[in-house]
């Protein structure tokens, strides 16, 4: 059984051997297999048409058809150099050079065409199934990814074994178009992007803003159902605050330049870490004052490369649902449990059933790379596993991932299309601890340092919200909905009935609108189904003078007509909170 990487990775060399055929004067970079498919990176002047790609897949058929032996070759750097040199192709000589000496350099050749290449690949063109493969898209990119460097076209494509797997594979690629949070944002109006404030910095519109309101609603009353504290702390602090948090040297490329204030440089926070620290060192502690759970929707600023940006998923301001808990080692398994539960809670209340847990622990072998205290490690460390397994929770270990100061769990969300979402991650912390000396005084009359964990659950309001939209396609469930119910009059006489409606939809609860528009009624209820509005209700003379409303639901259809106490009861009760 092929490797599927391996073979995707030859249909990459296809479609660069075919696409030189057709661009004699196209240079080529690099081109790996990825998690869906493959692509390749060309250095070519005019731009790439989508008839191109057609042109390209009909060449690569060719290729295939013509069941060319492939050849893996062992050469000597400076063959290599030679060669590729020769052939005018720059960045693979770049990439020969960078190769550290005495590392063998291989190439793969199919008829005329050589790349360099580590391989391994299919032994013959003829391998690959002509029906089974398919260019996707032609996007831009820098040569090694920084944009002082050469502007490349990728084209992207897909490869399966057989034609049905790609048939399906591409149908999700639609349905994942349609659910595009970017796309839906917009057309929900819930939140844009502009070149005037800059990339990466998202407006909230009212229906988005609404729909954060009711999550962090929501995130409130949990947090402090579960004994947390709601902290506030500032955008800005002095340097010399990122000096001691050590954030100016591990953290800086992701910082943005310091602003002057009074002769003294202040920094935006990427992090609301320091803050919580200073709240707990404002005063002294002792053993009784701990657990200490203090929680902040944080608004954070943090560079990306404008390359990287996505939507909602990158951004460079955002708020994280931020927490920090402070406690003692007696503590840490029933804290860590309670945020674990949380997380899970938090995940099931918005819909996400499903999702992956990773541990990431530290290299044994390697111990003096990580700060603080080893033996604290292998508690922190123990706790963590011994949690997920009493929970029964699947999960993957991940020796040696730790970050340097602690373990942590990371939970991805799995939506609905089956695609994992970053989401609530468990970080112990060895370090800060250490450098703002955070101490509290035991029963044993000493001082003795706190145990410190960062944690979010939904990881931030931006990506949270993006991950919603496509998860449910827009259709939010009902007590999400920024708009419950649309009454929908049929003519003017039924206007002052449908406001009526709506009067009694607000009173009980419910957002309502009336869309009292002069427009045939078919239009009305197409406008609101675009619109995702759970609950449609039409209101013509018949219901005006029974007192009910025709009911349709965005997914269910025509639920016929119903009294509007019935209607009440049924809708508010579905748009109570989760929990
Ligand atoms: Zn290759
Ligand atoms: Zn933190």
Excluded at 241 to 256: A, C, E, P, R, V
Excluded at 309 to 320: I, N
Excluded at 329 to 346: K, S
Aim: hydrophobic share 40%; aromatic share 10%.
């Amino acid at each position: 059984m092929v490797e599927l990487r391996t073979y995707r990775h030859s249909v990459a060399h296809v479609m660069a051997q075919a696409a030189t055929r057709l661009f004699p004067e196209a240079r080529l970079a690099i081109g790996p297999a990825i998690a869906e498919g493959f692509y390749y990176d060309f250095d070519l002047a005019r731009a790439l048409l989508p008839e191109d790609l057609a042109a390209i897949e009909t060449e690569m058929r060719k290729i295939v058809s013509a069941d060319l032996p492939i050849v893996r070759h062992e050469v000597g750097r400076e063959e290599a150099l030679a060669r590729f040199g020769e052939a005018g192709e720059k960045y693979k000589v770049e990439l020969v050079r960078d190769l550290p000496p005495g590392e063998a350099v291989s190439t793969y050749t199919q008829g005329e065409f050589t790349d360099l290449c580590a391989g391994p690949h299919l032994s013959r063109t003829g391998e690959i199934n002509p029906e089974a493969f398919k260019l996707l898209s032609v996007a831009g990119a820098y040569w090694r990814g920084d944009e002082k460097r050469e502007t490349l076209q990728r084209i992207y494509g897909t490869a399966f074994l057989t034609r049905p797997e790609l048939d399906v594979h591409l149908e999700r690629l639609e349905e994942a178009k349609r659910r595009d949070h970017r796309r839906l944002g917009k057309d929900l109006d819930l939140f844009s992007t502009s070149d005037e404030v800059g990339a990466g910095l998202v407006l909230w519109h009212p229906k988005g803003g609404l729909v954060r309101m009711l999550i962090e609603d929501f995130w409130r009353r949990e947090h402090l159902r579960r004994g947390y504290d709601i902290v506030f702390s500032p955008h800005i602090a002095k340097a010399d605050l990122w000096q001691t948090s050590g954030h100016l040297q591990w953290y800086k490329d992701s910082m943005y330049s310091a602003m002057d204030i009074d002769g003294i440089d202040y920094l935006v926070k990427p992090m609301n870490c320091p803050f919580h620290i200073l709240m707990y060192r404002s005063t002294s502690r002792s053993y009784r004052d701990l657990p200490l759970r203090w929680a902040e929707l944080g608004t954070v600023y943090r560079y990306e490369r404008s390359g990287a940006l996505h939507g909602l998923l990158r951004v460079r301001g955002f708020t994280q649902d931020d927490a920090h808990i402070f406690c003692r080692p007696d503590q840490l398994e029933a804290e860590l449990e309670g945020v674990i539960d949380l997380a899970v809670f938090m995940l099931k209340s918005f819909g996400f059933d499903r999702y992956e847990m990773e541990l990431s622990l530290s290299d044994p072998e390697r111990m003096e790379k990580y700060a603080g205290d080893p033996a604290r490690w292998r508690e922190a460390e123990r706790v963590l596993e011994a949690i997920l397994d009493r929970r029964g929770e699947d999960y993957v270990k991940a020796p040696g991932e730790a970050a340097f100061y602690g373990p942590k769990i990371d939970i991805k969300l799995i939506d609905a299309l089956d695609r994992g979402w970053q989401g609530p991650t468990i970080q112990f912390d060895f370090n800060l601890p250490e450098r703002f000396d955070l101490t509290y005084k035991g029963d044993d009359g000493l001082e003795h340092r706190p145990y410190m964990v960062h944690r979010t659950v939904l990881g931030s309001m931006e990506r949270f919200m993006g991950s919603l939209i496509e998860h449910h396609a827009g259709a939010f469930p009902l007590w999400l909905a920024p708009v419950q119910a649309k009454v929908l009059p049929i003519n003017e006489r039924n206007v002052a009935y449908a406001e009526e409606v709506r009067g009694k939809l607000g009173a009980a609860g419910l957002r309502a609108e009336v869309d009292a528009r002069n427009e045939k009624i078919g239009y009305k209820i197409r406008q609101a189904q675009l619109e995702k509005v759970p609950y449609i209700l039409v209101a013509g003379d018949r219901e005006a003078e029974a007192g009910t409303v025709a009911v349709r639901h965005r997914s269910q259809g025509d639920l016929g007509p119903r009294s509007l106490d019935d209607f009440l009861v049924a809708a508010t009760a579905e748009a109570t909170l989760p929990g």
